[in-house]
């Protein structure tokens, strides 16, 4: 066995590349256990290695640099870079030597748009004009696409076949005339307030027009729901809404009913120009829903839609007993009934009405016209029992209308020769339905 080199560990520098010496066996012992990659890890100084190669130098590149030393090679440092270079190579995956092989990408130089060397960028800024443009025209779409909309939506509301409106006057007449009995007050008022604003729609094609707001008062059937159903066959309207407040509003603590009414009218308004809006016992109302109604009725007094054409109905039994009273007191004192005139039970109807419904919307103004509905006397019941049995088409002999007729309360008031109805015509239907089927 080859006697292994003492190590030096006197401090000396032992410069390898001077001597013509072998290597040191500790060297190449270390080359073959490392497979002659192995660096220099032994206990000696290694600060003269350091100091000549400025990092430890593996074992093959000792002993090529000692070879080419006893040869008389200039070692040059091209040279020394390169067998460096391979031995860093050989501990690099596939990958990374791969990669170091691929052509370095040079750092653009950044400079100034007042530099000689700057040149503008056509192609981003092509882009960005592009994009710019294709923005411009997007947006430009959806405006064309909601004015395009908004031109349909305008043509569709004014010749839809089914948002049409027409008032045959002659017709209307003819029917207050047939059916309607002891109104002439209701009657009268209500076809010439319709001619009048029938008149005023057609002479601005049905634009810019303030909606008309009727208040029918009175006692419980005496005939503001019949009214209300012969004007909406005479105006021929596909669009009407009726609102039964008790059902449809019953809580007097809900605030929203104002938002919700503002919010069911306009969307009736945009479905269709022609509206007939009909509230039944508005005497039943939350004030919550008076201040919708106020406030969407102000609005739309303002012509808040270009086309409109719109009608409201108010019934309730306000001032009822009121309107009775006057009539009992003009008959006691030799009056007839149809010589009393509208403008008489206005006063009755506008007086105390602090605290009526229609109050707050009386005092803006936002009621057209007041319509005041008379009791029914023993005369205009047997008039409805008679219609009720032809529309039945039953014949209306003497005796069934009797019968009918004694099982229906009546009133006499003092001073007045006939008696008044306490229901009016309202159960009169419901009594000639008993008498038929006990006859079949």
């Known amino acids: ?95 990374k030597r791969h990669s170091m092989h ?37 947006t430009f779409m959806v405006w064309a696409i909601v004015i395009l909309f908004c031109v349909i939506g305008k043509i569709y ?18 029917n207050f005339d047939h059916f309607l009995f002891g109104q002439h007050i209701a009657r009268n008022v209500s076809i010439s307030t319709l001619s009048r604003y029938w008149e005023q729609s057609l002479s601005t094609n049905h634009t810019r027009l303030k909606p008309f707001v009727f208040s029918f008062h009175g006692w419980t059937g005496v005939g503001k729901n019949f009214v209300t159903k012969l004007i909406l066959n005479s105006l021929h309207v596909h669009h009407y809404k009726t609102y039964l407040v008790p059902n449809q509003f019953p809580s007097s603590n809900i605030q929203s009913y104002a938002k919700d009414i503002s919010k069911s009218i306009r969307k009736h308004i945009r479905d269709c120009r022609f509206n007939v809006f009909i509230f039944d016992e508005m005497d039943k109302a939350p004030p919550s829903l008076i201040k919708g109604l ?32 006057f009539l009992f007191s003009q008959i006691a004192k030799g009056r007839s009934r149809e010589d009393l005139t509208h403008g008489e039970f206005l006063s009755v109807l506008h007086q105390e009405s602090e605290k009526q419904w229609y109050h707050d919307i009386h005092d803006k103004n936002l009621i057209d016209v007041y319509v005041p509905f008379l009791p029914l006397n023993t005369t205009h019941i047997e008039y409805c029992i008679k219609q009720d049995l032809r529309r039945k088409k039953v014949v209306p002999s003497d005796g069934l209308v009797l019968k009918i007729l004694h099982e229906l309360s009546f009133f006499q008031p003092p001073g007045t020769p006939v008696q008044y109805s306490l229901t009016g015509c309202k159960r009169v239907s419901d009594k000639v339905d008993l008498h038929i089927t006990s006859v079949d």
Request: glycine share 4%.
């Open 294 to 325: 106020k406030s969407v009725l102000t609005s739309l007094k303002n012509k808040e839609f270009d086309n409109q054409w719109i009608v409201f109905i108010f019934l309730s039994n306000s001032k009822g007993s009121e309107i009775n009273s």
């Open 157 to 174: 509301l004014s010749y839809n076949a089914d948002c049409e409106i027409f008032i045959d006057f002659p017709n209307l007449e003819k």
């Open 1 to 95: 066995m080859e006697e292994e080199e003492p190590m030096d560990i006197s401090g000396e520098d032992n410069d390898f590349f001077n001597t013509h010496s072998a290597l040191p066996t500790r060297f190449k012992e270390s080359s073959k256990k490392w497979n002659s990659n192995a660096t220099i890890c032994s206990s000696s100084p290694t600060k003269h290695e350091s100091r000549l190669y400025g990092r430890s130098a593996s074992v093959d590149e000792l002993i090529l640099r000692q070879r080419l030393k006893q040869k008389n090679v200039e070692i040059s440092k091209p040279l020394i870079e390169e067998m460096r270079g391979l031995n860093s190579m050989r501990s690099l995956t596939p990958k």
């Open 102 to 138: 691929e052509p370095s990408q040079k750092t653009p130089k950044l400079v100034g748009p007042n530099h000689p060397d700057f040149k503008q960028d056509s192609k981003k800024n092509k882009e960005k004009s592009s994009l710019f443009n294709k923005r411009n025209n997007g």
